[in-house]
C-alpha cells in the first residue's frame, strides 16, 4: 500500500515570498502524484498532477512540484504568494493506472500581508 | 466545466435515522465517482468506490451496511448513512472521475452532516 507524509502541518508566510510545501511518499510500485487545493468552504482543486514525463510540473495559479524518485518526494513550490494562496493543501499519490487517491494530512498556508 | 455538486450541503439528523446524499456530475459523464470521509483537520480518508450499474467497492474498514451507494445514472451517486450515530458525524466529500476524460478527480463542496 502507498502512504503519503506531509511535512509541515502549518506554514505561515509573507505575502510575495516564496512558499514550499512538502511530500514525501511510500510505495512499492509506480505512482502518479497529485497536489491539491481546498479553500475555504469549496470543494478540492487540482493544482497539478504528475503521471509521466519531465520531473518538473507545472500547475495552476503559478505553483509548481517536483518529482523526485530517489528521495520519493514531490515538492510544491510558488516563488510569490498572495494572500489569496492561504487554503489548505494536500499532497495525494495513486498507484499507476489505479485511479484512488491516498492523501496526505493536509498543510494549512496562511499568506499575511 | 467539470462541476460536482453534493446535496445537502449541511444537514442534522438525530441518532437511529437515516440520512441520503448525493453527488452529481453537472456537465460531464462520470462512470466512477468516490466517496471520502473528512474528520476535522485531517485527511481524506477513502471509504468507497461506487461504479455505475454495479455495487460499490468499499476500502477496508467501513462497513458497507451502514453506508450505503447506489450510483443509478452516468451523473449521480447517493450516500445514505443508515442508523446514523454521533460518530458518524463527519465531512462527507465526493468526487468524480470523468468518462472518457483525463485521469482527474473533479471534488464536491462535501457535506457536513451531525448526528445528535
Known amino acids: 500500500a502507498q502512504s503519503v507524509t506531509q511535512l509541515d502541518s502549518q506554514v505561515p508566510v509573507f505575502e510575495e515570498a516564496p512558499v514550499e510545501l512538502r511530500c514525501n511518499y511510500s510505495s512499492s510500485v509506480s505512482v502518479y502524484l497529485f497536489w491539491y487545493v481546498q479553500y475555504p468552504n469549496q470543494g478540492l482543486q487540482l493544482l497539478l498532477k504528475?503521471?509521466?514525463?519531465?520531473?518538473l510540473v507545472k500547475g495552476i495559479n503559478g505553483f509548481e512540484a517536483e518529482f523526485n524518485k530517489s528521495q520519493t518526494s514531490f515538492h510544491l513550490r510558488k516563488p510569490s504568494v498572495h494572500i489569496s494562496d492561504t487554503a489548505e493543501y494536500f499532497c495525494?499519490?495513486?498507484?499507476?493506472?489505479?485511479?484512488?487517491?491516498?492523501f496526505g494530512a493536509g498543510t494549512t498556508v496562511t499568506v499575511r500581508a | 466545466g467539470a462541476v460536482v455538486s453534493q446535496h445537502p450541503s449541511w444537514v442534522i439528523c438525530k441518532s437511529g435515522t437515516s440520512v441520503k446524499i448525493e453527488c452529481r456530475s453537472l456537465?460531464?459523464?462520470?462512470?466512477?465517482m468516490f466517496w471520502y470521509r473528512q474528520f476535522p483537520k485531517q485527511s481524506l480518508m477513502l471509504m468507497a468506490t461506487?461504479?455505475?450499474?454495479?455495487?460499490?467497492?468499499?476500502e477496508q474498514g467501513v462497513e458497507k451496511d451502514k453506508f450505503l451507494i447506489n450510483h443509478a445514472s452516468l451523473t449521480l451517486s447517493t450516500l445514505t448513512v443508515t442508523s446514523a450515530h454521533p460518530e458518524d458525524s463527519s465531512f462527507y466529500i465526493c468526487?468524480?472521475?470523468?468518462?472518457?476524460?483525463?485521469?482527474?478527480?473533479?471534488f464536491g463542496p462535501g457535506t457536513r452532516l451531525t448526528v445528535t
Open positions: 468526487s468524480a472521475l470523468p468518462t472518457p476524460g483525463p485521469y482527474e478527480q473533479y
Open positions: 504528475y503521471l509521466s514525463g519531465s520531473i
Open positions: 461506487s461504479n455505475e450499474g454495479s455495487k460499490a467497492t468499499y
Open positions: 495525494a499519490v495513486s498507484v499507476t493506472g489505479d485511479y484512488k487517491l491516498s
Open positions: 456537465d460531464f459523464q462520470a462512470t466512477t
